[in-house]
Every structure is written in structure tokens, then in C-alpha cells.
């Protein structure tokens, strides 16, 4: 009940700035035809082909709305580059956004195609695909556009040009001149991003930067972020027996790697889940304020804990806002032999386990890592950055192979800038709710290359469902926040800065 409601006054304040049901009507479909166009263009960040169609694509959608475009070279992938300059007087917002998205593995999709978006309802919690006519009768907000990127993060793309469209229409004067920055590679790492920020200082220069990307808070009610963890990763690996062996014949004998990996990686943290590697959380304290401002948060931990199907979680922090001040230890996967029906009664020839470490704004990710290689050194391994030799295997008895991968910075913008309070109040006046305030979200957005070179601040405005399935299968957008999000950008973009 408390979600119909949140849609219908979504639905009735959107009405009230689009001036009538049939403009509204209009511009959701127009979003959702152009958002299928998109999608239907594969984006995977892996295959460079796919991202110079988008690059076509969003050209084309961008002038014609009437902004100044170009692609921007990097030392990777392009980045897209678009503005919208009126009066140099007036100040200006910097959008960014990624138009890349992850790999897919189609046979874990409940659809043919995940590049082609299947149109789908809720029946007795079962996702059943509609006919596209469903949509010239009504528009269910709580129908949902399943396809890859729908959420992350060609929807909010869509969303923002069919706001421009609305603005137009509507003879609107903005306050703001507008400049938006796509990312090509934000899905891997988006090494290119700091030198090409440097090399167009002045092109990107702008008052503050907006990010619209990732979910709303799970109450659905409006959102503001201040802050993003960063990233950087690890991968271990242990050896075994040159090759793998018959567990008959030399189990008990040759060393095997899976239980190697599995005591060192338990070595790292105590049971309840917090590093116990020495100074891994130096330099971190959260103060009384610090400490309201978190707790203010409506997090559900009910909801939470049943979703992840969890009885207790891991107690870095008292509390999830907490947990998130901190930086991360995670193995995100590991590999070793065979399993399931493939299984073999071999002892492994090696173990691999894939590691990410999430950065607070305290925290240094070189750092970190030297801190981690320092704790596996003590742990009696010689550490080597590439496959051992048989000289090297033959001379250690403990062997690790670490591979390091690049630092993504962390930033928090502070929760009393006027530009983070003026967002706060355009977002609360537009739905008439309290906004939802996070001091540092747990994902990573590449943004620091903006801030530091930039000098400006940032801030995340998330538009999409928490529900998205992102960088899963069976990714999703809610047609409800579809109208949201066009809100949310129309509304920001009509309001002064007073």
C-alpha cells in the first residue's frame, strides 16, 4: 500500500509540472520506445564495437535535442561528451553517467534476447512477459523493462532526454547551463578516466557535479548520496602439484592448494567478519553527529536481513550505515578444480581467489593492499606477481602468486554544501517527502578524477528501483521510476539555485 501511494503522488506532482495526463503519457512512452532503441544496441565494455554504435546513437539523440557533442579520445574506449550552454552567466551542472554495462550469460536470462527488453507484470510472484499493446490501454507503474543496462545505466540516459524534451515543450527558462560526461568503461574500472578529465579541464569545468546512477534507498523514498566507496582488487594464488593428481595416489602427500588458500584467507578476519590484518582500519572514527546523521537513514534491517536471507550479519559496524564507514575485505570469487558433475578425486594444482577491497575516504588503496601482501608474507609465503618456476616451486614450500588491480578513489562531499542542500530541497519539494540523506553509499562510482582535478563538488541522485537485478540476470527498471526519474531531472532543472 505505502508504495501505491508513494506512485501516485509521483504520478500527480509529475502531472502538476507537465501541465496535463497526455503530456505525461507521452513522454513515458516516448521514454520507454527510445529506452528498447538503446538497450537493443549490446554496450558490454569488453568488445569496443559495441560502444562505438552507442557513440552513433547518442550523438544522433543528443543534437537532436540541441546539444553540442563530441566524443572524447582516451587512452581506452571514447567517452561521450555533450552540452548545453545558454548564458555563461548562469551556473553550470555536470551530469555523468555510463552507457556501458557488464557481460551477459543469456542462459541465466528469463528472456531470448537480454539486449532486446521484454515487457513483464507481477502475477502471484511470478514476472510474466505482457504484449508491448498492453501499453496504448494503460501504463501499470509497477510494470517492470527487463534488459540488460535498463537500469545501469541507459535508463537514467533516457530519462534525462525526455526531460529536456518535457522542458522544451513546456517553454522553460532553465537556470543552468548543462554539460553531461558518459563513461564507456565505468563497469570496468575506468582506468582512462583521470587523464582524460585532465586533458579537458576546461570542457568539463562546471559548478557541481551530479551522478545519476545506482538504486534508490530500499523505503523508495527520494534519495541524495554524498558519497561513494571506492575500489581496488586482488587476485590470490595458491599451488599445489605441478599438474593435478589422483587424490588416491598422492592425497595425504601433495600439498593442496584449496586448503593453503582457505587458511590464509581465513586468516585475515576474525568470525564475525571484521579484518583482523593489523592497521587495516587506521585513521577511521565516527563521531556523535556523524553517528545521527547515520542512523537518520531508514534502512529496514528486517526487510534487509530477509532478502539476503541472513540471521546475523557480520558486525564491522553496529549497524549497516555504520558498516559501510569502513573498508571492505571481500572474496568475490574463488576457483580450484572441478565441481558438481564434473567433479574429480584429484588434489588441485592450484587454488585462485578473486579479492575486492572497498575504500573510504580514510583509507589508501595501495595501502591496503601492501598492508594485505604484508600479512600473507608473515603467513610464511613468498609472494611472486606471476606464475612460479620450477626453481621457485622446488626452493618454497608456501607460494603465492598476487596480481593487483587499479585504485578507484573513494570521495564524501560534506552534508552542509549549498549545492547538496539545495538538491535536498528540490527533491522534497517535487515529491513531498523527507529525502533520504547517505553519507557514503557502499558501490563505487569512478568520480574522484572530477573532484580532484575538477575542484567541484559531487553528489548521487539515484533514479532506478532497488530491486534492479543490476549487473545480474534479469536486470530491471520499474515504469514507475521511469516517472520518477523524469521528475527528478525536470525539477532540477527548472529551480534556481537561490
Known sequence: MKTKLILLF??????????NSVQLKSSLI?????????????????NPADIQKNLLWLTKKFKHRGFQTKVI????LPLFFASLITDTQKPTILFYMHFDG???????????NPYKIALKENVDNQWIQLNWNALENTIDYNWRLFGRSTADDKGPIVMFLNAIDL?????????????????????????????????????????FLVINDGPVHHSKKPTLIFGCRGITTLSITTYGPLKPQHSGHFGNYAPNPVFKLAHLLSSMKDKNGKVIIPGYYNGISIDSATQ?????VPDDIATIHKTLAIKTPETVGLFYQESLQYPSLNVRGISAGWVGKQARTIVPDKAIAEIDLRLVPETNGDRLKSLVKKHIKNQGYYITSKEP???????????????????TNPFRTPLDNKYGIWISHVLSDTFNEDVVKIRIMGGTVPISPFINTLKIPAFIVPLVNPDNNQHSPNENLKIGQIAYGINVYYNLLSTSIN
Open 389 to 407: 618456476t620450477l626453481e621457485e616451486r622446488t626452493s618454497y614450500s608456501n607460494i603465492v602468486t598476487i596480481k593487483e588491480g587499479s585504485v
Open 292 to 296: 545521527k546523521i547515520l542512523k537518520s
Open 73 to 76: 579520445t582516451t587512452e581506452g
Open 10 to 19: 509521483v504520478i500527480a506532482s509529475f502531472i502538476g509540472k507537465a501541465q
Open 30 to 46: 516516448n521514454t520507454i520506445e527510445e529506452l528498447k532503441e538503446f538497450v537493443a544496441i549490446p554496450n558490454d565494455a569488453l
Open 167 to 207: 522542458l522544451h515543450q513546456n517553454n522553460v527558462k532553465m537556470p543552468f547551463n548543462i554539460k553531461v560526461i558518459l563513461d564507456s568503461e565505468e563497469e570496468k574500472s575506468s582506468k582512462p578516466l583521470p587523464k582524460a578529465v585532465r586533458d579537458n579541464f576546461e570542457l568539463l569545468a562546471a559548478n
Open 102 to 112: 557488464q557481460s551477459v550469460d543469456i542462459s541465466k536470462w528469463n528472456q531470448e
